[in-house]
């Protein structure tokens, strides 16, 4: 087979890379920029993007029309479930397991017997000091996730077969500074300084059982939608907001505490931010905001000039940490929906995004939301094994790595193994073909409703849990 580094979406966060990877769509074009987005100009809360926003047709809308079969288990962005040709069980973005969160909903009937024990969507909290219990807790939810995969690898008919397992990313914030040595935390001889690499030993040794269970023949592909690195801090976005004089509140913040729309002063700002991995920068816009202040014509100005400020932004000693920041128009082919203004990286994802207010310090090193070692890095994984004849025709050869692959190549190689045409409007090409070189079908309509919006129930739970988790 080939492999190579996959690089990520702008941002590289599960929502909206999976999704982006399975389209070969940008977050522009899917008009989701993350787990949460605005609804509106107003000021309300953000919504959760589940699959009830996705648009777009997936890899396996295409692979149905041509009656193809498929298993899918635990891809973010698959809650609510939609009916398709084949098995769905969705992901950790479910609110809880008396959600109908598989289709047909007699699988999830069985799931906890198959997994022998309970079947685990997610550990509840990777952002604890509890290391022992956070260990235990990755370890039955992979066992149980690769015991309901080969249950329904090997009893249920199939031609295309994904699953997404979670406990890597888990294990990556969890433990990251005691096996990375350059990590500011690092301490040499501390007793978890293996366990990321004993634990892809044993993710490694279950895809081999996987292996066995399918014919030579089966085409195998191994992606990650981001990697990992160090994270060295968190920059609290709003507080830098607050010190600049774009961001004003109407109380006093003497704790760190969570922003919220009707702490602002909306005549007297001009940009609020949110935090996470990544951050985002809204500016209020007069006749775009309700009380919006920055005049129109003033606008591209002003958001260079942010920019640009944003840029040069130093770590607490004033040394640079390499930010960048994004205009959506810059980096998607289209920007549906409402986009940030300012896509934010600090220290190059070295840092993370606080989007609290009240923080003692512009630059902190403990996350605002708990313990997290590590952040998300541009670049995941690719391995592909298949025909080698299919290699050479190609000009590659067994063994290869393979250079400039992105999530977005993903579903057009796909499409291309089951003999399918690649859509002319997917980002991606297949690499099984020479550059340049594409079959068209033809522009694909989207996708009708299918599904709803969380209840505002289920919307509180998610976010409850993503706050743990530390994406927002």
């Known amino acids: 087979g080939i492999w190579g580094e996959l690089q990520s979406t702008i941002p590289p966060i599960t929502v909206p890379a999976w999704t982006s990877m399975l389209s070969s769509k940008d977050p522009g074009q899917l008009g989701f920029y993350g787990f949460r987005n605005r609804k509106s100009y107003g000021y309300e809360a953000l919504y959760f993007a589940n699959a009830s926003h996705v648009k777009e047709k997936l890899v396996w809308n295409y692979l149905e029309e041509t009656g193809f079969t498929s298993i899918l288990i635990g891809i973010p962005q698959t809650f609510p479930p939609k009916p398709l040709r084949g098995i769905m069980v969705s992901s950790f973005l479910t609110p809880t397991k008396s959600a109908e969160y598989t289709y047909p909903s007699v699988v999830k009937e069985e799931l906890d017997r198959i997994a022998n024990g309970e079947y685990i969507i997610d550990v509840e909290n990777f952002r604890t000091h509890d290391k022992d219990g956070l260990m235990d807790q990755i370890y039955r939810m992979t066992r149980g996730r690769f015991r309901v995969v080969k249950h329904y690898l090997r009893q249920s008919p199939w031609d295309f077969f994904m699953f997404v397992e979670m406990g890597i990313d888990r294990m990556h914030h969890g433990f990251w500074r005691y096996q990375e040595k350059s990590h500011r935390l690092y301490r040499p001889g501390n007793r978890y300084e293996t366990a990321i690499k004993e634990f892809y030993q044993y993710v490694d040794r279950e895809i081999g059982d996987l292996l066995k269970a399918i014919d030579s023949d089966t085409t195998v592909m191994v992606v990650s939608d981001h990697g990992a690195k160090n994270m060295d801090g968190a920059v609290c976005v709003n507080d830098w907001l607050l010190k600049q004089g774009y961001l004003h509140l109407k109380v006093t913040v003497d704790k760190p505490t969570a922003l919220t729309g009707e702490m602002i002063d909306w005549e007297k700002t001009r940009a609020w931010g949110e935090g996470g991995y990544y951050s985002r920068i809204f500016l209020n816009v007069r006749g775009r905001e309700p009380e919006g202040l920055i005049p129109e014509g003033e606008y591209e100005a002003f ?145 009708p409703d299918q599904g709803q919006d969380y209840s505002e129930e289920d919307e509180e739970t998610i976010r409850k849990r993503l706050e743990e988790l530390g994406y927002l």
Do not use: C, Q
């Open 303 to 447: 958001r260079d000039h942010l920019k640009k400020e944003l840029e040069s932004l130093g770590d607490e000693d004033g040394r640079p940490i390499g930010t960048r920041v994004f205009k959506p128009e810059d980096v998607y082919r289209s920007v549906k929906n409402i986009a940030p203004d300012l896509i934010v990286y600090f220290g190059d994802l070295n840092w993370r995004g606080a989007g609290t207010v009240g923080n003692r310090k512009v630059h902190i090193h403990e996350n605002d939301t708990g313990p997290d070692d590590a952040n998300h890095a541009e670049d995941g994984i690719f391995i592909l094994k298949t025909d080698p004849v299919r290699l050479t025709e190609v000009g590659l050869e067994t063994g290869e790595k393979v250079d400039g692959l992105s999530v977005y190549d993903v579903s057009p190689t796909i499409l291309d193994i089951f003999g399918l045409s690649i859509p002319p409007d997917m980002i991606g090409r297949s690499i099984l073909k020479p550059v340049g070189m594409t079959e068209a079908t033809g522009r694909e309509k989207e996708l």
